[in-house]
């Protein structure tokens, strides 16, 4: 597949998050070129993902790890900073994928991964409340919606630490065992919430 090819699904998908995102703020243009030499992972994943989607649609492991770096990059664009977009991208690429994917990203101190796991678990809580049907449509309004009131609470949490806290401590009881579990499938020292 050559890089015209690449560029145009990047350019799709990101203009697909930018739809779901509208309400956030504008994230503007993609810039696959930047990718090229500093991401390229980026580019075999899209290229993974586009062969499967016939098959399995946007439920891969390819997908997962393309939403969460568009995710990512979305985030910082909209103003969150690096840490919090990067558990806004691994959030967004779990709602969209159904994949809960780390692998690729690396964490030096187990307490940000500790953050980073809990924000994921907070970003997919508040996406699917109560809801059974798990369905994705990037420009539905209940998509769009939702990023929104998403998008907002992590900047609240950007903005007021102590608000993030008052979340944990509120949702404690439903987070715990998803984090519990998470932690220890992914063998990670738990106990910190």
């Not at 979305?74 to 779990?94: D, I, N």
Request: proline content about 4%; charged content about 30%.
């Amino acid at each position: 597949m050559e890089i015209r090819s690449v560029h145009q699904i990047a350019k799709r998908e990101w203009e697909n998050i930018s739809v779901s995102l509208e309400l956030c703020g504008n994230i503007g243009k993609f810039d696959l070129v930047r990718y090229i030499e500093r991401e390229p992972q980026l580019i075999r994943n899209l290229i993974g993902m586009e062969k499967k989607i016939p098959e399995h649609d946007y439920l891969t492991r390819e997908a997962a790890y393309v939403f969460t770096e568009l995710g990512r990059e979305a985030g910082e664009r909209l103003g969150l900073t690096p840490e919090l977009a990067k558990a806004f991208g691994g959030g967004y690429s779990w709602v969209r994928t159904g994949w809960f994917d780390l692998i690729n990203l690396e964490f030096d101190d187990l307490e940000i991964m500790e953050d980073h796991l809990t924000r994921k678990i907070f970003f997919f809580r508040l996406f699917f409340p109560l809801k059974e049907d798990f369905g994705w449509v990037f420009d539905s309004p209940d998509v769009i919606s939702g990023m929104k009131s998403i998008y907002e609470r992590f900047t609240s949490w950007q903005t007021d630490p102590v608000g993030y806290d008052n979340d944990l401590e509120r949702y404690k009881k439903e987070i715990e065992p998803i984090r519990e579990g998470l932690a220890s499938a992914l063998d990670i020292e738990s106990g910190r919430c």
